[in-house]
């Protein structure tokens, strides 16, 4: 079985690990979102990409959920002691390595679909790891200048400004007010070499419980993905990232809050839409959004949708993967 699943970072990330407990056999095609990428001290980092890698190589902070496991971090602390910002974002040592083979990589001249591929060569993650582009994809969000103090806050009451996306959801923890969500380059990029041959030839599509807005869909905004999901033959299912009204994770509600997009499991599958999404899966709990769902035009079931541990996990990839063969049937395909 050739799955293909579009992943952002921890939930993307977590769910591939129960994917692969329920199909060890299945030939998986991750596609990564890079909109979350920033440089930092001359650096090309990655946290999504890293920590696919890192969770299915068996070398993850789980606790953390990113970041390497047994860390330490005294090149943050000497980097701090030198006054040199951002002291916001932690790199520990260890993922310091990947950054800087990565960094020097790149500045051969190979592009980041070969470095992540020779990265996991390391790691044999068990899954061909893609990037959604080889091209500069950053994410950023626009917020009011009040809500980031300093002089500029008072000099320009009223403005807004559009500030990367590690600085809201780490330096600010996604507390002021997303009014916009921008991800600079993507009118120009392009699908990563592997990307939408992937696509053509799956047999099931998946998005796990990845943020709608910011990870999936980032790699839903590439030029030529949607299209090509749209095109495919495979069926598309996806799993909630939305239980009782709340994130599992994170804050994706203020970031579907800046795109219009009412923080339920119902409004996200419609906010994917019928002509993407095949199928559907929402948490026991939110059983009474399956109606709105399949109104809609989506196939939808309600399960227990907690990534409590690896089997709850592959027990909602094999229900992912049932819906994806129901809804094959229905269809004629």
Request: aromatic share 6%; with cysteine.
């Amino acid at each position: 079985m050739r799955i293909v699943v579009l992943a952002g970072g921890i939930g993307g990330a977590r769910f591939l690990r129960g994917l692969k407990a329920a199909e060890p056999q299945a030939d998986i095609t991750v596609v990564g979102n890079t909109g979350d990428d920033i440089h930092l001290f001359g650096l090309k980092v990655c946290p999504d990409l890293d920590t696919v890698m890192y969770t299915l190589g068996e070398g993850i902070n789980e606790e953390q959920g990113w970041g390497r496991r047994d860390e330490t971090w005294s090149i943050r602390d000497e980097m701090a002691a030198y006054g040199v910002e951002p002291t916001w974002f932690g790199l520990g040592d260890r993922d310091y390595a990947t950054h800087i083979v990565r960094t020097q990589m790149m500045g051969a001249g190979y592009p980041l679909s070969a470095v992540t591929e020779a990265l996991c060569a390391r790691w044999k993650p068990g899954v061909r790891l893609i990037p959604m582009s080889d091209d500069r994809v950053e994410t950023h969000v626009v917020v009011d200048t009040a809500d980031l103090g300093g002089p500029a806050a008072a000099e320009h009451p009223g403005a807004r400004r559009a500030i990367h996306f590690q600085e809201y959801w780490v330096k600010l923890r996604a507390e002021p007010t997303a009014h916009a969500i921008v991800p600079v380059g993507i009118e120009e990029a392009k699908p990563a070499p592997g990307v939408l041959g992937a696509i053509a030839e799956a047999d099931v599509i998946l998005f796990p419980p990845s943020n709608p807005v910011v990870s999936i869909g980032t790699i839903l905004a590439v030029p030529g993905i949607r299209d090509a999901l749209v095109e495919a033959e495979a069926p598309v299912v996806g799993l909630s990232p939305i239980i009782g009204g709340a994130p599992v994770r994170g804050m994706a509600d203020k970031v579907l809050a800046a795109v219009g997009v009412e923080t339920s499991a119902a409004a996200v599958a419609r906010h994917y839409g019928p002509g993407l999404l095949d199928g559907w899966l929402v948490d026991s709990g939110d059983a009474d959004a399956v109606p709105a769902v399949e109104e809609a035009g989506i196939a939808c079931r309600a399960i227990p949708l907690l990534m409590t541990d690896v089997e709850a996990t592959a027990e909602m990839a094999r229900a992912a993967l049932a819906m994806a063969a129901e809804v094959r049937v229905e269809g004629g395909a």
